[in-house]
């Protein structure tokens, strides 16, 4: 990447740098472990809540910056969430197993408690205010039980609000043939088998014991079983070397979009063989921000002077990322603050992957 900035536009592009640095410093204060969950109790309104939320991360009453940071960052993303969520839901309306040890997984409902904070929804990226990024979060103001698979006592899959937000827009769109990358515990494949559209789905799983439980305790409740067909695979490989046709399809393949850039970015290479076939992807917003977080580590360091022989090695993803995205921008030149900001755009970011 070549920099010809004047001073002035220079400037004006260091609060890009500045608030991807406060982006990931709120993002892991808003993914902080929140074990004392009492400390939030009784805190119905969002202005009350929000206090409890400066209390608990230890912000100084004085420290007018750091207010004003999360001010702009939190305060307005913070709401309570109505009993009944789950209840509401056709999934958990339609899909009640009982609970049921199976070698070393276990099938089983597990709490929200009152007033425990968590993410409601994928990220709002504010392109306007230098890529800001906000994450709402929520609460419930009693516990609330959902479905979890555990793995040796730990939580591997559940069905949160976060991911019952996050793939309805996904749920609206599929139609016709769908392909589901990612068998999780059939929240997707069930409601958009609930659908007069969607014809038939056919799901790509990689683990055995993830599918005998499905097909043993979750697919005998599913309404619309009949259109469901799962293939034990590698998704990758699988999508490689497909032969049939799919109308849409979803790819929910990670936990987090830390664990699922480097997926992404090898699906929709992948997503160029294929014509008439929508692709969507889970948490695509937050995939797309970590992948410009990783544009402006190139841009940063362009600015320190790094060359080519500083983007020979990766010590991991996140690093073959950065090297890759450094040969590919290395020769567009940066005249103005517009050309960085346009380069940090979704439709910029697609092109370059």
């Not at 320190?304 to 500083?310: E, I, L, R, V």
Request: with cysteine; glycine share 4%.
């Amino acid at each position: 990447m070549k920099i010809n900035l004047s001073k002035k536009e220079l400037e004006k592009t260091y609060r890009l740098l500045d608030t991807k640095e406060i982006n990931m410093s709120v993002a892991d204060l808003l993914f902080s472990t929140f074990e004392e969950k009492e400390f939030f109790k009784g805190s119905n309104l969002p202005e009350e809540y929000y206090q409890k939320l400066l209390q608990f991360w230890g912000v100084p009453s004085d420290d007018i910056e750091e207010l004003e940071i999360l001010e702009k960052w939190v305060k307005s993303s913070v709401s309570p969430l109505n009993h009944g969520f789950f209840a509401n839901n056709l999934y958990f309306n339609t899909i009640k197993p009982t609970p049921k040890k199976i070698g070393n997984y276990r099938l089983e409902y597990i709490d929200f408690k009152a007033y425990q904070p968590f993410s409601l929804d994928d990220i709002q990226v504010d392109d306007k205010d230098f890529f800001l990024e906000r994450s709402p979060l929520s609460y419930f103001t009693s516990d609330e039980s959902y479905l979890a698979l555990s793995y040796q006592g730990e939580v591997w899959m559940s069905i949160t609000p976060n991911e019952i937000n996050t793939m309805k827009p996904h749920i609206d769109e599929a139609k016709g043939n769908v392909l589901v990358l990612g068998l999780g515990l059939g929240y997707y494949p069930f409601m958009i088998s609930e659908k007069v559209d969607v014809k038939e789905i056919t799901i790509v799983e990689l683990d055995q014991n993830i599918i005998d439980l499905f097909k043993s305790e979750l697919l005998p409740l599913f309404p619309h079983k009949d259109k469901i067909r799962i293939i034990k695979g590698d998704a990758i490989q699988y999508l490689k070397n497909n032969k049939s046709h799919y109308d849409y399809v979803f790819a929910d393949l990670w936990h987090n979009p830390e664990d699922g850039l480097p997926l992404y970015l090898k699906i929709k290479e992948i997503e160029k063989q294929y014509k008439n076939t929508k692709f969507q992807y889970w948490l695509e917003i937050s995939l797309l921000a970590m992948l410009r977080r990783c544009l402006l580590t190139v841009y940063e360091e362009a600015l320190q002077g790094y060359g080519d022989k500083d983007y020979q090695k990766a010590n991991n993803d996140i690093d073959r990322i950065i090297n890759s995205l450094y040969f590919k921008t290395k020769n567009i030149t940066i005249n103005s603050y517009d050309d960085i900001y346009n380069l940090l755009r979704d439709e910029s970011l697609l092109r370059l992957i």
